[in-house]
């Protein structure tokens, strides 16, 4: 039992972690939680079920070409409803301008892929030895996203040119950076995330068009525990909700496991809405 | 008080204004009425449907559209509600319930789950309460999915049959309709009450309703056990409908339909919601071959909606709103008015501040400032920029908690309070950049600094009942006196956006007039003025000082400052500098040299 705990829990809060690191790169770009986080990772399962179950492509074309979608999706969040409200963002129209994109995505999956959960395929043809990649697919996709923006942030003039407007956009700017284009690229490298997180996370969760819902709201909890913006607190929170999740789960069922898991995300929010390890920022009037 | 009266709207236009707000409502009225007389038993399912989904969307409506909550996700509520009646009336968990009562139980849990997840709103920014609500309705279905022993899961449970006279199919439509026209009336009193104003206040301008005594909390929680509450019974008149619900009848894009309703009809309406959730459930029973794509057409909506027309259709039928105003307007305080306005303010009162200090971090805003406040005296607080000048009066008003130091009123600390608390002490205040609610008339916006003096409950005023009428009576009144002591009072009807900037000024000072302060806050009143109108803001300022009001005036204008204050008090990096009367400070070198120049 305790097995089964670490292993699915680790596995699925790895999943939530990488959505949590796809609100983070979008929000840190632009100050905006966009609704599209879930729509990443429920298309990464669908479309790649479909390009390698039902088109019979090369797992590994299969695979980069659903982080382009990812990409171009991403871009697509950023032009079409998050550069338009960005004037007048005290008003949150965000909120509903990423919602109803999202929305019109999902309808679109659930017309045309279904509404049944349909299954992922293994992605690596070896026999399930001492854990099965289902397990440590989305462990290492998570590792790596972490490692890869972590390097991208600290050895290279973008990702420094990213940290610039995440701390001071109007600053940055002043400087002379392109901040429309580095918003892009962030929106790009955020969808891929998300995609990555769907992909090898569908093993798990299957390719349905459901997950959208669960992934925004699960996604979530890890930025709200670890403070928005820290993507490191994404990963102990996401790690942290997944096991949360799974111990509740197998020992009290899955009722309880849900609404214990909401209830912890009230009371964060009520308690400590910087999130566990974040700072308090005075209020201006 | 004869000349105030000369120049309110005359009766005759009041009347028919009302009566053209009236037409609507009996046109929906008897629409709802005869429909049963078209005898189609189609058309009645619809119409159920859409008065059910009216209650709904009537509560959700004072949330949305006047709180400005984004509760994308209100669906929960119907579901609890639904549940709720359909397994108390089944008796699957208790003795089978009187399927009315069972729907005020429903009705009931709505509430009770309305203010759960709305905490994190009372505290929190916008998003965060989006998350919650889209979280709870996640939580919700996959509750009602795994809790088989009371839903029935994914098979369902019965929904309940309300006996005679509603048990027919136009018994029942006429017992949704009672209810949707019962919630209507219910909701529209309080959006036209002084708790609905304080809603848009919250929304539009959250920094001044807090000045003006509002607490966000309190009045939320109210707003919430509402909303919750008439969706909970919506929610047991939907399981009545269905006759038999499974989690899947509560979708996520159902919230989507009720957010758009409210969005098309307009922010801050009741009718154009009402209208707009009916459009959108009729529809797609018109248009069949859209079914599949209903959701996707709704999405899509709401993504115009908010690129294109952010304010709804509403304000694109504002016509009113537009009107021209006359060019080359005079602002002509009628200082003799004051009394009317102030009553008598206690001359004996004094606050005094002692060693405050306030620290962000390592940035000492303010470092240890004394300052005593007397009734009938006016105090200037000057200095250059960044002396902590607005920062004290944040204090005092109760925005920061200051680091150390102390805060008398008549000698005696006062404790750390909120905002709204400190307005109880008759703290009235402006800001240096006028917080107005644009879309409301500037009479509205006036009326909100005297929310604190209504005696109404919010049930009170929900039921209509005569204290209500006796509030909104004496608010109206006070603000168009206080406007016609500012010099307002011709404007009283236009909508605040539409305002000059100066006019902005003055009318924030008649606001903070309403509270009857005894001690009033004006932070840099006289920027943006003309020289003739700052010369008539000086004698307002005076005038009101001398009713007895203790004025702190933080201002730049030097000339200003020495004409009329009694005291003046000089801030530099956050220390006092000097004190004393004008003639003394305009001789002070340090003064001369850090700020006023020679």
């Known amino acids: 039992m305790l097995e089964s705990i670490i292993t699915y829990g680790l596995a699925i809060g790895a999943v939530y972690a990488m959505i949590g690191i796809t609100y983070n790169v ?18 990464g399962g ?52 990423t919602l109803a994109f999202a929305l019109m995505v999902q309808q679109v999956t659930a017309i045309e892929w279904g509404t049944e959960a349909q299954p992922f395929p293994k992605l690596i043809p070896v026999e399930a030895g001492l854990l099965d990649q ?38 940055a700017r002043a400087l002379g950076l392109p901040e429309t284009k580095l918003r892009l690229a962030c929106y790009a490298i955020a969808g891929m995330i998300g995609a990555l997180a769907g992909f090898t996370g569908a093993q798990m969760l299957l390719a349905y068009f459901g997950n959208q819902a669960i992934l925004n709201f699960y996604g979530f909890v890890p930025v709200a525990l670890g403070g928005m913006g820290s993507n490191r607190g994404a990963i102990i929170g996401g790690l942290a909700l997944g096991l949360f999740q799974q111990a509740a789960s197998i020992m009290f069922g899955g009722i309880y496991a849900a609404v214990a898991v909401f209830i912890v995300f009230i009371l964060i929010l009520l308690l400590r809405p910087e999130g566990l390890a974040g700072v308090t920022v005075a209020r201006r009037v | 008080m004869s000349d105030i009266t000369a120049s309110m709207p005359a009766a005759s236009v009041n009347g028919r204004k009302r009566y053209q707000k009236v037409v609507p409502w009996l046109l929906l009225g008897a629409a709802g009425l005869l429909l049963p007389l078209l005898d189609d038993a189609y058309i009645g399912v619809i119409a159920q449907r859409a008065f059910i989904y009216w209650i709904l969307s009537a509560g959700l409506n004072l949330l949305v559209g006047f709180a400005g909550q984004i509760a994308i996700g209100w669906v929960p509520m119907l579901t609890l509600g639904a549940y709720t009646t359909a397994v108390l ?222 304010g709804g259709i509403a304000e694109l039928l504002d016509f009113r709103g537009r009107a021209a105003l006359p060019q ?5 305080p009628r200082p003799e008015l004051l009394g009317a306005v102030l009553g008598k303010p206690d001359r004996s009162q004094k606050m005094s501040l002692h060693g405050i200090q306030l620290h962000f971090g390592g940035v000492k805003a303010i470092d240890g400032i004394d300052v005593e406040i007397r009734a009938g005296e006016v105090h200037g607080l000057i200095g250059p920029n960044g002396s902590g000048k607005t920062t004290t009066l944040n204090v005092i008003s109760g925005y920061y908690r200051p680091t150390a130091g102390e805060l008398r009123l008549n000698g005696n600390a006062l404790p750390v309070e909120t905002t709204p608390e400190r307005a109880a ?72 956006d539409r305002l000059q900037h100066s006019e902005l000024r003055f009318m924030e000072i008649a606001r903070a007039l309403m509270l009857r302060p005894a001690f009033l806050l004006l932070d840099e009143p006289a920027a943006g003025l003309s020289g003739e109108e700052i010369r008539r803001l000086g004698a307002l300022i005076t005038a009101i000082s001398h009713e007895g009001v203790a004025v702190l005036l933080v201002e730049h204008h030097a000339d200003l400052i020495f004409d009329i204050c009694d005291t003046v008090t000089v801030l530099n990096l956050g220390k006092v500098l000097a004190a004393g009367t004008p003639a003394e400070i305009r001789a002070h070198k340090e003064v001369v040299s850090a700020y006023l120049g020679a």
Not at chain 1, 33 to 43: D, E, V
Not at chain 2, 328 to 332: L, P, S, T, W
Not at chain 2, 454 to 461: H, I, N, R, T
């Open chain 2, 425 to 496: 002490h008759r703290i009235a205040r402006t800001f240096q950049t006028p917080r107005l609610i644009g879309d409301a008339s500037v009479l509205e916006n006036v009326m909100i600094g005297g929310t604190i003096d209504g005696q109404a409950s919010f049930v009170e005023s929900m039921l209509s009942l005569p204290r209500h009428h006796q509030d909104e009576r004496a608010l109206r009144d006070a603000a168009m006196k206080a406007l016609a002591a500012v010099g307002l009072e011709s404007l009283a009807d236009v909508r605040a």
């Open chain 1, 46 to 97: 669908v479309l790649g079920a479909l390009f390698i179950t039902k088109w019979g492509m090369n797992t590994v074309l299969a695979f980069g070409l659903v982080l382009a979608c990812g990409a171009v999706i991403g871009i697509v969040t950023e032009i079409v409803t998050v550069r338009p409200v960005l004037k007048s963002i005290e008003q949150h129209l965000y909120v509903l301008s």
């Open chain 2, 89 to 310: 009336t089944a008796g699957t968990v208790t003795d089978p319930w009187d399927p009315y009562l069972a729907l005020l139980a429903g009705g009931l849990v709505g509430s009770l789950f309305g203010v759960i997840i709305g905490l994190p709103a009372l505290r929190l920014r916008t998003f965060y309460f989006a998350m919650t609500t889209l979280g709870f309705t996640t939580i919700t279905t996959q509750v009602a999915l795994a809790w088989k022993s009371v839903t029935g899961g994914g098979v369902g449970t019965p929904g309940p049959v309300f006996p005679w006279p509603f048990d027919s199919t136009w018994g029942f439509y006429y017992f949704c309709f009672i209810l949707a026209g019962i919630a209507t009336w219910l909701t529209a009193n309080i959006a036209y009450s002084r708790y609905g104003r304080a809603l848009i206040a919250l929304r539009d301008a959250e920094v001044a309703a807090e000045a003006s005594g509002i607490s966000k909390p309190k009045l939320l929680v109210l707003v919430f056990l509402l909303a919750g509450g008439l969706g909970g019974i919506a929610g047991g008149l939907f399981a009545s409908l269905q006759s038999y619900i499974t989690p899947d009848a509560f979708t996520f894009e159902m919230s989507v339909l009720f957010f758009i309703a409210i969005l098309i009809g307009g922010r801050g309406s009741i009718m154009g919601p009402i209208l707009g959730t009916i459009i959108l459930t009729t529809l797609p029973e018109f248009a069949a071959p859209l079914v599949q794509w209903s959701t996707f057409l709704y999405a899509a909506l709401l993504l115009l909606i908010v690129l294109l027309i952010p």
């Open chain 2, 328 to 332: 080359h307007r005079e602002i002509a």
């Open chain 1, 134 to 171: 289902k397990f440590w697919l989305p462990m290492l996709a998570c590792t790596a996203a972490i490692i890869g923006l972590e390097a991208l942030y600290r050895y290279t003039l973008v990702g420094r040119a990213f940290l610039a407007i995440a701390e001071d956009s109007y600053a």
């Open chain 1, 26 to 43: 979008m929000y840190s770009s632009s100050r905006v939680f966009s609704f599209t986080a879930g729509m990443l990772g429920m298309l």
